[in-house]
């Protein structure tokens, strides 16, 4: 019942999105990408077979990747805009039939892929006791503060603060006009509003407190990355990760 509902609430939506594609591209014969790794024609593509579709069209790239580079043993590793996406390839593309999101039960065939809410737009906060990351996310619209568009602090934000992301090097297609560069300033205000909140805590400037918040991202990974493997009894000698 729950498959169901899940299937009744996304397939509307995706059959217009398929619809819109067909109407740009109407010569195009498209195939589409499943959470299985495998392919479904558009009338028999639905919703539930599409909420892992993009990580699992990751896995199967990396897969292509690694068999090209003569690489068997692989865990991918796919960062994205609101979550990093994680998988164990060994020969085999490994699937499951049951998944949990949202609290809802979903029974369909699809990949075994962690998913954590570590992205480029993961929304970094102080909750009162500590530095948070996620899982809320800035999306594309506003996007992260430097994007120009009143975004909060985001992964993307700490990668200004800490000069690691160059403005001059961006393309300059932010803010309301989609034609101004992207903003460090933007960045350093949301992060003094973090530094301000945190009153009698320990004094952190902006620089720390950025590079505090990528390492919670980055411990996020690490532990999809345990669990994939190690915590599964998979050694991770001589695996490569793509």
Same mark, same amino acid.
């Given at each position: 019942s729950q498959t169901t509902l899940i299937d009744a609430m996304l397939t509307p939506l995706l059959q217009d999105s398929i619809r819109s594609v067909f109407e740009s591209l109407p010569e195009a014969s498209i195939e589409f990408m499943q959470s299985s790794g495998g392919l479904a024609r558009p009338d028999d593509f639905r919703g539930a077979q599409a909420v892992l579709s993009g990580p699992a069209g990751g896995i199967v790239g990396a897969v292509k990747t690694a068999e090209v580079s003569g690489v068997r043993e692989i865990i991918t590793f796919d960062m994205g805009g609101t979550s990093t996406d994680v998988a164990w390839y060994d020969g085999k593309l490994h699937r499951t039939w049951e998944s949990k999101f949202n609290g809802l039960r979903l029974r369909d065939p699809m990949l075994e892929i962690d998913t954590i809410a570590a992205g480029g737009g993961s929304i970094c906060r102080f909750d009162g006791q500590r530095l948070r990351v996620g899982p809320g996310s800035a999306g594309a619209n506003p996007g992260p503060a430097c994007y120009r568009m009143g975004g909060p602090a985001t992964l993307t934000d700490c990668q200004m603060v800490l000069g690691r992301l160059d403005s001059d090097l961006l393309p300059s297609v932010f803010g309301s006009s989609r034609t101004e560069p992207a903003?460090?300033? $933007? &960045?350093?205000?949301?992060?003094?509003? *973090?530094?301000?909140?945190?009153?009698?805590?320990?004094?952190?400037?902006?620089?720390?407190?950025?590079?505090?918040?990528?390492?919670?991202?980055?411990?996020?990974? $690490? &532990?999809?990355?345990?669990?994939?493997? *190690?915590?599964?009894?998979?050694s991770v000698e001589g695996v490569t990760m793509i």
């Open positions: 903003d460090i300033n $933007a &960045s350093r205000e949301v992060f003094q509003r *973090i530094s301000d909140s945190m009153h009698s805590h320990a004094k952190m400037s902006l620089e720390e407190i950025a590079e505090g918040c990528l390492k919670i991202a980055v411990e996020h990974m $690490a &532990s999809a990355v345990r669990r994939i493997s *190690i915590e599964k009894g998979r």
